[in-house]
């Protein structure tokens, strides 16, 4: 199977091609690319004319402070507004080179080769850039959409199974977003980090046109594309608060057992909805392929506060009101406003702890 579609942004559309096996001839196709590139693949790199820049892909690469260092090494390699910037990697690579792409000489024109299972079924599509500050992550950022998207999912095959589940949570999470049908021609791909790689072309295709859908009616995020923040709240404070030893897409899986928890907590009645519990159970058995997940959780444990905090401090919330993406009494991801109080704190504590201590037995 191959497949390609385009995606329309305001600033044109660009195209995104699925095809097993493609990587070899499309890194040969492109002429004289400026690449930036995970370290990861510094073997499978062809002779290029301009050396790769090669970056390891940490939440620190990703940082505003390093991004000046990668500015001067594309302007020593003499990029200049008609280079082809080609960017090689999962979502930190993107990010990194998405940010830089939007700002270098007011901004060039790339094209993206993701490698990590979330990269290809989620992040690759949308244009966003995203960069971490201090202690803040995701603080700063850009929209400035690939003009093309090369995806060969061959390439995830030398994941580690957490970082594949981890892919596969976000590609769950925006299915179920989409709707039902959406959501059933998901998990008929039978979803785990040991299928076939026709399979993940398949969740891949399904995945990406529900984002979309959603993409293209609320490219700047106002709206309906919020909708794809369930579990991010709550993620990101887990994410962080592990120090980022928890990876992206396990952290989301635990916010949306987290924001389910919490509705569970203010009486909404989930256990009767079908579509729920096949969500939760095929998020807890994803979860659990990351090792040392309960050593993780019980570290959070004894730093709930962090959590909190951080989930407090989400870019997302106003002064006076939290902002979460919850699952309303039909099972249907909604977005909800509730006033900051000592009450509300306390009922997101407990959701928290009693997510955790499920993971920890
Ligand atoms: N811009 C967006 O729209 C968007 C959306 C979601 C997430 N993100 C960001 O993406 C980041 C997470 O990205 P990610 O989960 O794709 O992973 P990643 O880029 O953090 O990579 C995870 C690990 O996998 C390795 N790796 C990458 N490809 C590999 C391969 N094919 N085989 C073996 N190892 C490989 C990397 O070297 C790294 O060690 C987070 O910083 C998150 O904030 C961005």
Redesign the pocket.
């Known amino acids: 199977m191959s497949a390609s579609f385009s995606v329309a942004s305001s600033t044109g559309s660009y195209q995104v091609t699925i095809a097993a096996d493609s990587f070899a001839s499309t890194l040969a196709s492109l002429e004289s690319p400026h690449l930036i590139a995970?370290?990861?693949f510094r073997l499978n790199l062809p002779n290029l004319a301009h050396p790769p820049i090669l970056l390891?892909?940490?939440?620190q690469a990703?940082s505003l402070d390093r991004s000046p260092a990668l500015i001067e090494a594309l302007r020593i390699a003499g990029a200049n507004r008609n280079s082809q910037l080609v960017a090689l990697?999962?979502?930190?690579?993107?990010?990194i080179s998405?940010f830089i792409a939007s700002i270098y000489m007011r901004g060039l024109s790339w094209t993206y080769i993701?490698?990590?299972v979330?990269?290809m079924v989620?992040?690759c599509i949308?244009g966003?850039?995203?960069i971490n500050v201090g202690p803040y992550?995701?603080l700063v950022?850009t929209f400035h959409p690939p003009q093309t998207i090369l995806i060969d999912p061959t390439?995830?095959r030398?994941?580690?199974p957490e970082?594949f589940a981890?892919?596969l949570i976000?590609a769950a999470k925006i299915c179920f977003c989409r709707g039902p049908e959406s959501f059933s021609s998901y998990l008929a791909s039978n979803p785990s980090p040991n299928m076939p790689t026709s399979a993940l072309e398949q969740v891949t295709l399904s995945s990406l046109l529900a984002k979309k859908h959603f993409i293209e009616i609320d490219e700047f995020d106002r709206n309906e594309r919020l909708l794809l923040n369930f579990g991010h709240t709550f993620g990101h404070a887990l994410e962080g608060a592990s120090h980022y030893a928890i990876?992206?897409?396990i952290a989301v899986g635990l916010g949306i057992l987290c924001a389910s928890a919490f509705q569970r907590n203010r009486g909404i009645n989930l256990a009767s909805i079908p579509k729920v519990q096949q969500l939760e159970s095929h998020l807890t058995t994803l979860i659990q392929t990351l090792p040392n997940l309960p050593t993780h959780l019980r570290d959070l444990d004894l730093d709930l506060d962090e959590v909190l905090q951080r989930l407090a401090s989400d870019k997302k919330h106003s002064t006076t009101q939290y902002t979460l993406i919850l699952l309303n009494a039909s099972g249907d991801v909604s977005l909800e406003r509730i006033n900051r109080t000592p009450q509300l704190e306390a009922d997101l504590r407990q959701a928290i702890a009693a997510t955790i201590d499920t993971h920890t037995e």
């Open positions: 995970d370290e990861f390891e892909a940490t939440e990703k990697g999962g979502g930190v690579i993107q990010d998405a993701p490698t990590t979330l990269a989620d992040s949308g966003k850039s995203s992550k995701n950022g390439l995830a030398t994941l580690p970082q981890s892919g976000e990876p992206h897409g």
